[in-house]
């Protein structure tokens, strides 16, 4: 790579994946320092922020043994005095460094006994005829610990990079075509990676800046809208013409209640998904209690009636046993087999269930993920749907396509509440519904904060609920590594709890990840039946446990959970007519993310509000719970920050693919050419 020499280069593609040019200039910075004001030196105030500062040398000296040996040299200005500290090149810095001349010097603070000093800092005299404002912004790149000890810090990528930037920047291509760089006012490529390396202004930064996120999420929409739109004419699908008696007599003599008009929204872009003859690759996202396995029935009705089987896959034993339960009830008596199948199920029933289902005799099947297994094989496979999709990896829904001749219809549910602009970023190659609406009667969930010493004030509403009739949820976090502490926590409640609420008065539940998944059911069944008034669980019972009557979620560690998983948990309660109440509960030293995941579940119960403050808080990698869509990657863009961008440059590529689906046309070259060269292939309907 440009003259850099071999070992360099080398070192740039093994520690940063930067094999050619292009890497190099896509290699943006991650911040730039602003270097256009001198720091006082009484103003320091951070050790994180780099600084530039102007002052007289007033003192220098080597000091410490061989060992520890460093020069300190005193710099000081009108507000006061600072030592640069050096431990190498000891004897040519002190040589070079004068006494009671002016120096500017640059670098970041370090705090150490009570003080700031500077480390290393880089420094040069201070020239009067010079303008030091010119070197506005210094851009600084990641590197990692092998590359410093190669010299090959920011400070020399910079160099490099800028050097090659000028000499090549003729070899820049644009990748966007001239009608939208003329509507969106946007700079040039070329423009734009010169300006990010060696900026001159805020303002033409912040202009390459925009140019390069706008490109940068336009390409990642388009290439969705294109693997989407491919997928649609090259993968065949069944054709499920017909909705026929099972949904019918349903619809007329089974279903319990009116469908919301979310519901009925989504039932029918479903149903015409699945009627085209491509394949359905859809998203339905609803939020807890939207009432998403009866879309997920209903579908799968639809599949039966035109001869085909489908599935029901849920990430835990539990849920999947409450599907299958709560399907069967909804159906009643109607003429449809339905069975379950989980890791638990072995031996001589299991191999009952697969003769079933191999013959069709099974027309639904629920179950875990054992249903994956390739030992597990269908008559005719028509619908899958996957529920709670950030347990369910993309490899494992690619699986089922797998278990017919031709892939199934794929339906993944998730009431992970992402908020638009991720969902479009993370699922953009799926198609996608929401359920904006909860089933009506549902009172908003009153949400309080309690401190650990509120016990009393707690057993008290406790037991006017219970009095009511009503039944409540006392849950503790599990976290993996502390899972001993964590039982034990969880048992210590249950003692406490125990002696506040004693038989034969009241009844007790408890569930965790360590009894045997039969215990599990037995005692869910006990909770669900009534029979017992307070379920004290970990969080097995995160996800989608449905007890109408139950009103009221207590969170014990409240400030260990997570937004998400806060939301999980307070929408197992307001299912029912009744008030239902959620309460946190913390020790009373909070950090200040804590308090803010706290007072956000005080504040409202919108999941799609409560996930812009958790991707705020988190970053979106780990709200994805899955790091594995490259997409997520982004150079410049910030999905959180740039949503209306996202929106916008969603639309715009929406619109030149509509209006030219192939990009044949010629003032789309740049964009067709760009994803040849990213693909590496010649056939453009390659891409997907
Ligand atoms: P989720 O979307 O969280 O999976 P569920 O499917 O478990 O929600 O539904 C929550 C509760 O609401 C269930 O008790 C379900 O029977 C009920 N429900 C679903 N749809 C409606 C509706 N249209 N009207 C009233 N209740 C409904
Ligand atoms: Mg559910």
């Given at each position: 790579m440009v003259g850099i020499g071999e070992k360099k280069a080398s070192i740039l593609a093994r520690e940063l994946g930067l094999f050619t040019l292009k890497d190099l200039f896509e290699y943006y910075p991650y911040r730039y320092v602003d270097k256009s004001r001198f720091v006082k030196i009484a103003e320091i105030r951070s050790a994180e922020v780099y600084t530039l500062l102007l002052g007289k040398v007033i003192a220098k000296q080597i000091v410490g043994g061989a060992k520890s040996q460093r020069l300190v040299v005193r710099l000081a200005d009108e507000t006061g005095s600072i030592e640069l500290v050096f431990f190498r090149g000891i004897r040519w810095i002190s040589e070079s460094i004068n006494i009671g001349a002016i120096y500017v010097v640059f670098g970041k603070p370090n705090y150490f006994n009570g003080t700031f000093n500077l480390p290393h800092p880089e420094f040069e005299k201070f020239n009067p005829q010079k303008d030091y404002k010119k070197e506005k912004f210094m851009p600084l790149y990641n590197t990692t610990e092998r590359m410093k000890n190669a010299f090959l810090a920011s400070k020399q990528l910079s160099q490099i990079i800028s050097a090659a930037v000028k000499k090549f920047?003729?070899?820049?291509?644009?990748?966007?075509?001239q009608y939208i760089i003329d509507a969106y006012h946007l700079c040039s490529r070329r423009e734009a990676i010169v300006c990010i390396h060696s900026p001159f202004g805020e303002e033409t930064l912040a202009k390459a800046r925009f140019r390069l996120k706008f490109e940068e999420l336009f390409f990642m929409q388009a290439e969705h809208l294109l693997i989407n739109s491919n997928r649609k004419s090259n993968s065949r699908g069944f054709v499920f013409a017909k909705v026929g008696e099972n949904f019918n007599t349903f619809f007329s003599k089974h279903l319990p209640f009116e469908l919301t008009n979310a519901q009925k929204r989504v039932v029918k872009e479903i149903r015409n998904d699945m009627r085209t003859g491509s394949q359905m690759n859809r998203l339905l996202q609803g939020d807890v209690g939207s009432g998403k396995t009866l879309v997920a029935l209903l579908s799968m009705l639809i599949a039966l009636d035109n001869g085909y089987q489908a599935t029901l896959i849920a990430p835990t034993e539990i849920l999947a046993m409450q599907h299958f339960q709560s399907i069967n009830r909804f159906i009643g008596d109607m003429n449809i087999n339905v069975s379950l199948l989980t890791?638990?199920?072995?031996g001589k029933s299991r191999k009952n269930l697969l003769t079933s289902l191999a013959d069709g005799s099974i027309d639904i099947l629920v179950g875990t993920h054992a249903i994956l297994e390739e030992s597990v094989i269908f008559n005719n496979l028509g619908l899958v749907v996957i529920d709670e999709?950030?347990?369910?990896?993309v490899e494992q829904r690619a699986k089922m396509w797998t278990k017919n001749t031709i892939a199934p219809h794929i339906l993944v549910m998730t009431a992970t509440p992402i908020c638009r602009t991720l969902a479009m970023s993370i699922y953009g190659d799926l198609d996608y519904s929401v359920i904006d609406e909860l089933p009506s009667g549902r009172k908003p969930i009153l949400t309080t904060h309690l401190y650990d010493r509120d016990v009393l004030r707690l057993f008290d509403f406790m037991k006017k609920q219970i009095e009511q009739g009503r039944q409540i949820y006392v849950v503790y976090p599990l976290i993996k590594e502390s899972e001993k502490l964590d039982l034990k926590d969880l048992m210590d409640g249950y003692e406490s709890i125990e002696r506040a609420f004693p038989l034969p008065q009241y009844q007790i539940s408890i569930v965790h990840g360590q009894m045997k998944p039969e215990d599990k059911e037995y005692e869910m069944q006990r909770f669900k039946k009534g029979i017992t008034n307070i379920m004290v669980a970990t969080t097995v019972i995160e996800v989608g446990v449905d007890v109408p009557n139950a009103t009221v979620m207590v969170i014990e560690n409240a400030e260990r959970f997570g937004l998400a998983q806060l939301h999980q948990l307070r929408?197992?309660?307001?299912?029912?007519a009744n008030q239902s109440y959620c309460i946190l509960r913390t020790k009373d030293e909070l950090s200040s993310d804590a308090r803010f995941r706290i007072e956000t579940m005080c504040r409202t119960n919108d999941g799609f509000e409560i996930s812009r403050a958790d991707l705020q808080l988190r970053g979106p990698g780990d709200v994805s719970g899955t790091r594995q869509s490259g997409v997520l990657d982004l150079k410049v863009a910030d999905i959180v920050k740039d949503e209306g961008l996202m929106a916008q440059v969603r639309t715009l590529a929406q619109n030149v693919l509509a209006d030219d689906p192939h990009l044949t046309k010629t003032q789309n070259l740049p964009i067709r050419k760009y994803f040849m060269t990213k693909h590496k292939v010649s056939d453009f309907s390659m891409i997907s």
């Open positions: 920047s003729s070899f820049i291509e644009e990748t966007l075509p890791g638990s199920i072995k999709q950030h347990r369910f990896g929408g197992r309660v307001g299912r029912g």
